[in-house]
């Protein structure tokens, strides 16, 4: 780059001294003829090609890579190894598994969960619910029979909160309530308290559609 750089301004400056001593073309020799201000506007023009080609040169420069975050380097089958099989690779999959054993049945397979679902993923489901709506739960209680969660929360604002999960019959499976703040009947406060409520009623139905084992 830099060699470049000299290269262009010399080239300019012998230009210039050409056109100054009247040896290119009569043009030049008009101009000097003028006196230094024409002389000094040539000059000008001479510096403002001299950065206009230093910046076509500079933009026309491959990019040096960046460097690497690791210096781990990874195989064929890494790279294209898949976080997730499709049907065809799941039904590849159970198919070297009966060849093992053509006579097995499989007496409890995994599936969704049968009432959209399940009140063991109620822990994982509150996390995620006062994750996303800025809250973080402080303690949590659960009575003897295991049908009654409560969750002490805290919001981002420092607010005190409960949510209150009680466990109903199917299809409905729970009753959850919520109360924000020591004054959980303001606008802002009944705000928070429905957008955990709904948040917790999608993560629910989000983990009951993964396959699992009945509980």
């Known amino acids: 780059m830099k060699a470049v750089m000299r290269q262009i301004i010399g080239w300019m400056h012998r230009t210039y001294e050409l056109y100054r001593y009247r040896s290119i073309c009569p043009v030049a020799s008009e101009l000097h003829s003028q006196g230094p201000a024409k002389r000094s506007s040539l000059s000008v023009l001479a510096v403002g090609t001299v950065c206009a080609a230093a910046l076509v040169v500079a933009g026309c420069k491959a990019h040096e890579p960046m460097a690497a975050s690791t210096n781990l380097k990874l195989t064929n089958e ?25 006579d097995h049945v499989p007496t409890s397979p995994s599936a969704e969960a049968p009432a959209k679902m399940r009140w063991s993923d ?45 466990r109903v019959p199917e299809p409905d ?30 993560y629910m139905l989000a983990f009951g559609k993964k396959r699992r084992l009945d509980d």
Request: with cysteine; charged share 30%; proline share 4%.
């Open 78 to 102: 890494e790279h294209t190894a898949k976080a997730k099989l499709s049907e065809a690779d799941q039904a590849e999959v159970i198919a070297a598994m009966q060849h093992i054993d053509p």
């Open 173 to 202: 499976l729970y009753k959850a309530e919520a109360s924000i703040g020591r004054f959980p009947q303001k606008p802002k406060r009944l705000e928070r308290a429905s957008a955990l409520l709904k948040a917790l009623d999608e």
């Open 122 to 166: 109620l822990n994982a489901a509150v996390y995620y619910a006062c994750n996303r709506v800025e809250m973080a739960i402080i303690r949590t209680e659960i009575d003897e029979d295991g049908r009654l969660v409560r969750f002490h929360l805290r919001t981002v604002e420092d607010w005190p909160g409960q949510l209150t999960v009680r």
